[in-house]
């Protein structure tokens, strides 16, 4: 970001878009922007919520000036990242507005580093651990959901092959609802994959249309690792050849496929079947 970040205890209160912090943030809309300073923008109190009890801190954290409405939760968040030395910028109504791409913008607004993990061990790697491994996933909103349902499914993590879109743009963070901030992301190009996965001891399941078995007659043996393709082209025949089981969802009306986030999530919550415990 091209301003120094402002450790003052005393929030600066912003009303100009050309003010030099407020134009940094909004320049990480920009993939570039993101690659080159490595942050990324989360909006809302209960996104913000997320990173608190994660320990995660944001670098920055804006809210509204003079908010009568601001909730209690918000201001906590506010306090406890200014306590754990975030810059804390206040700006108005129209500002917040701008930064967050809507008319109506929630209260809060973080500028967060982005985090991102090794490939797992594979030596270290637990038999109830379930890796998710998308291959050039082209849609933010498809990535951001398929992230959350990782989280809700509690998978260890998921690994980013070849080209992809960046889970950290705003449409993919906001799809995520806070579990951006839950999951490991790993990345790696489809050869050093194909290596790395050589180690691996348990299922690598592979999802196609014309898998051998159905995806609820397989016993899934883990630890798993669970390769979906791409919205367009699917699986590429490397992966595929790389799985030791092949799986099909069985489709009955028109269409071939099912979208790539409802397809992981139905295999995601098929394979961790026998043990998500049942809530009373
Ligand atoms: N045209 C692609 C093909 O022929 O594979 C379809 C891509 S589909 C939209 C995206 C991904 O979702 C697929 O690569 C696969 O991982 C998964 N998928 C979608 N529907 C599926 C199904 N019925 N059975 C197995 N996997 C499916």
Redesign the pocket.
């Known amino acids: 970001m091209a301003a120094p970040p402002n450790k003052t205890s005393e929030p600066l209160v912003i009303t100009s878009l050309q003010n030099e912090r407020i134009k940094a943030i909004r320049a990480l809309d920009m993939r570039k922007e993101r690659k080159e300073t490595g942050l990324f923008v989360a909006e809302g109190t209960s996104v913000l919520v997320m990173a608190e009890q994660r320990g995660v801190v944001p670098e920055t954290i804006v809210c509204l000036a003079d908010n009568p409405e601001e909730t209690q939760r918000a201001k906590e968040v506010c306090a406890w990242a200014e306590e754990q030395g975030a810059t804390a910028l206040s700006v108005t109504a129209r500002v917040l507005g701008k930064l967050a791409n809507k008319d109506n913008p929630q209260s809060l607004l973080g500028v967060f580093r982005q985090r991102w993990s090794e490939l797992p061990n594979v030596s270290g790697v637990k038999p109830d651990d379930l890796w998710l491994a998308l291959?050039e996933v082209r849609d933010p909103g498809n990535l951001g959901t398929m992230i959350r349902t990782a989280d809700a499914v509690g998978a260890t993590g998921i690994i980013l092959i070849g080209t992809c879109c960046d889970p950290y743009v705003r449409e993919c963070v906001r799809a995520t609802m806070g579990s951006i901030f839950s999951v490991p992301l790993a990345r790696t190009s489809r050869e050093d994959f194909v290596a790395w996965r050589a180690g691996w001891v348990g299922d690598v399941v592979?999802?196609?249309?014309?898998?051998r078995q159905d995806?609820r007659d397989v016993s899934y043996q883990g630890p798993v690792l669970l390769?979906?393709?791409?919205?367009?082209?699917?699986?590429s025949d490397a992966l595929v050849e790389q799985a030791t089981k092949v799986?099909?969802?069985?489709?009955a009306g028109q269409l071939?496929?099912?979208?790539?986030a409802?397809?992981?999530a139905l295999?995601l919550y098929e394979i961790k079947r026998p043990t998500l415990k049942r809530q009373p």
């Open positions: 291959e592979a999802t196609h249309l014309n898998g995806f390769a979906m393709g791409s919205e367009g082209p699917g699986l799986v099909r969802i069985p489709m071939d496929s099912l979208n790539l409802v397809a992981t295999t």
